[in-house]
């Protein structure tokens, strides 16, 4: 009974530490979401030339809209 409590408390616990991880990881990176009317949608990471364009307008209209 208290190894299946211990094994409980481990997985509970790593699963939290990984949510953690990655939650932490991916606020760092900023990327440019374009939709279109089709339903369509186009995902720019940070470095590429398109989303080095976007970025800072982005940057510029989030910091006059607070």
Request: charged fraction near 25%.
């Amino acid at each position: 009974m208290r190894r299946s409590v211990a094994a409980l408390l481990g997985v509970a616990g790593g699963m939290l530490a990984g949510a953690a991880f990655i939650r932490r990881r991916s606020a760092h990176r900023e990327r440019v979401d374009l939709y279109y009317e089709d339903g369509s949608m186009i995902s720019l990471s940070n470095g590429s030339p398109d989303a080095e364009r976007l970025l800072p307008l982005a940057r510029e209209i989030l910091r006059n809209t607070r």
